[in-house]
């Protein structure tokens, strides 16, 4: 059964820092793994769609990687700003789902960018 | 940009109630779901819905819940007595192809009391 764990559960920076968000799966067989903003009491937007076959996606300040082999995936986000605190989930697509291309989800990591 | 709708965005009902949760995914997508998120925890798949039929449910989604499309816009989540358990966000999603990027909506808060 596939799970997902993300790490840190929380994560608070000043301003500026540079920092990672990790998530780590329990089986390979995925189709892709994506990224997640959520703010609180609001739904999830979509940062980051990487194929199991890439190594990694960017979009302006982040960055995600992914290691399939080893069950992993970061997200790097530069030059943190307060407008970054959020929640940060993953979530995996399992290959062997029929193509329903339903979503596992990690816990989160809740990030907090102090001014 | 194109966004799946959800209404209403918070719903209160009375333990035993039926509920209607709407859901209109974008336009040219052929894959729908609903997802749950009780406070605190994990967001957790229901079901997953294409080509008019079900496709994968979890072991959440009993007989007390049951999904529909009942035109070619809307997408619909009911469940039948509600408990209060079953006090959480639920989430709409849809996706052009089974492996693309999933979109969501911004949720129906549902309290049962």
């Known amino acids: 059964k596939q799970e997902v764990t993300q790490i840190p559960a929380a994560l608070s920076v000043p301003e500026g820092e540079n920092l990672v968000l990790n998530c780590s799966f329990t089986?390979?067989?995925?189709?892709?793994l994506q990224w997640f903003r959520q703010d609180p009491g609001k739904g999830l937007t979509s940062l980051l769609l990487i194929q199991s076959s890439q190594r990694e996606q960017t979009s302006g300040r982040l960055n995600a990687s992914l290691d399939k082999s080893s069950g992993r995936s970061t997200l790097y986000i530069a030059a943190s700003q307060p407008g970054d605190s959020a929640t940060y989930l993953c979530?995996?697509?399992?290959?062997?789902?029929?193509?329903?291309?339903?979503?596992?989800f990690g816990q989160g990591t809740t990030l907090q960018v102090k001014p | 940009e194109p966004e799946v709708t959800q209404t209403p965005s918070h719903q209160v009902t009375q333990m035993g109630q039926e509920v209607i949760l709407r859901c209109v995914p974008i336009?040219?997508?052929?894959?729908f779901y609903w997802y749950r998120q009780i406070l605190g925890q994990k967001v957790e798949f229901l079901v997953s819905?294409?080509?008019?039929?079900?496709?994968?449910k979890s072991e959440i989604f009993d007989d007390q819940f049951s999904v529909e499309r009942p035109d070619g816009s809307n997408f619909t989540l009911k469940i039948r007595s509600t408990k209060l358990e079953d006090s959480a966000m639920y989430f709409c999603?849809?996706?052009?192809?089974?492996?693309?990027?999933?979109?969501f909506g911004q949720g129906t808060r549902l309290t049962v009391v």
């Open positions: 089986d390979s067989a995925i189709y892709n």
């Open positions: 999603a849809s996706r052009k192809e089974g492996n693309t990027e999933a979109f």
């Open positions: 336009s040219n997508h052929l894959y």
């Open positions: 979530a995996v697509t399992p290959s062997p789902s029929g193509n329903t291309g339903k979503l596992i």
């Open positions: 819905f294409y080509n008019n039929e079900i496709s994968e």
